[in-house]
C-alpha cells in the first residue's frame, strides 16, 4: 500500500493470512492438523531460502518435521478441494475481464526412482533431459497481479503402464495417462466452468493447436502460443 506505515502493512498481511487460514480450516477434520497446516503455510512464507522439513519444523517450534510431514503425506484432506479454494481467492482479488491464463510447465530435478512420475525427460529448468518431476500449472495474471490458480502432476506412460509402481506412490487407482496438452485443457475447462474472467489462453508451443485453441474460442475467447527460444 503506496505511504502506508510499516505497522499498518504489516497489519493487513496479517489479517489477509488470518482469512487464508480460516478459508482452509474446514479441509481439516481435528484441530491439530489445521493447527499444523497454518505453521507449515507460515512456513512457506518464511525468509529462509531452503524450506526443509527440519527448518519449517524449527519454524514451527516442533521438535522436529513429522507433523508438518503428515500434512503432505498421512493426513486426509482434499488437494483439490484446496486448489478451488485458491482460485476463488484469487479471483475475488485479481479479477479483470482482459485477464490471461497463462499455461506453462516446470521441472523439479530430483534423483533416484520413487518419487511420484519421477523420470528421465526434458525440463526447461535445466535445459536438457534429466531426471526429474514434471509440473503443468495454470497461472492467472491481470492488471491486478498475478497468481497461480491450477496444478498437475504429469505421469510418463512408464508409470501409468506400471500399477504396482503408482499403487506404491499411493496414486488413485482411478488415474490413467494424460498428455500434457490434455492436462492444459482440463485446467481450462475447470476455469471456464468455474466462471473465472479472463479474455485470454497464452500457452507455449509445445501444446499445440486443436483442442486447446478450440475451447476458448467457443468460449468467446482467444489463445496464443508462444515459442521459447
Known amino acids: 500500500m503506496s505511504g502506508a506505515s ?16 480460516a478459508r482452509i480450516r474446514p479441509l481439516f477434520t481435528q484441530e491439530r492438523v489445521a493447527a499444523s497446516a497454518g505453521l507449515f503455510l507460515d512456513g512457506l512464507l518464511g525468509a529462509e531460502r531452503r524450506k526443509t522439513g527440519w527448518m519449517r519444523a524449527e519454524a514451527a517450534g516442533d521438535p522436529g518435521p513429522w507433523r508438518q510431514q503428515a500434512i503432505l503425506g498421512r493426513g486426509r484432506w482434499e488437494a483439490d478441494a484446496l486448489r478451488d479454494i485458491v482460485r476463488d481467492y484469487v479471483v475475488e482479488h485479481l479479477a479483470a475481464e482482459e485477464a490471461v491464463l497463462v499455461i506453462d510447465e516446470t521441472g523439479f530435478l530430483k534423483q533416484g526412482k520413487v ?19 514434471i509440473g503443468v500449472f495454470a497461472a492467472y495474471v491481470s492488471r491486478h497481479g498475478h497468481a497461480f490458480i491450477d496444478r498437475a502432476l504429469y505421469l510418463p506412460k512408464r508409470w501409468t503402464d506400471d500399477p ?31 466462471g473465472v474472467p479472463f479474455g485470454w489462453v497464452a500457452a507455449d508451443s509445445v501444446y499445440g493447436v486443436g483442442d486447446i485453441e478450440m475451447a476458448p474460442r467457443r468460449q468467446g475467447l482467444r489463445a496464443r502460443r508462444e515459442r521459447h527460444p
Open 164 to 194: 504396482a509402481r503408482m499403487a506404491a506412490a499411493h496414486v488413485p487407482a482411478r488415474t490413467t495417462f494424460a498428455t500434457k496438452p490434455a492436462m492444459a485443457l482440463s485446467m481450462i475447462e475447470r476455469a471456464i466452468g468455474a
Open 6 to 21: 510499516i505497522e499498518t502493512t504489516l497489519e493487513l498481511w496479517a489479517a489477509s493470512l488470518r482469512e487464508v487460514k
Open 115 to 133: 518419487s511420484c512420475g519421477v523420470g528421465r525427460q526434458y525440463t526447461g529448468s535445466a535445459g536438457k533431459i534429466t531426471n526429474c518431476q
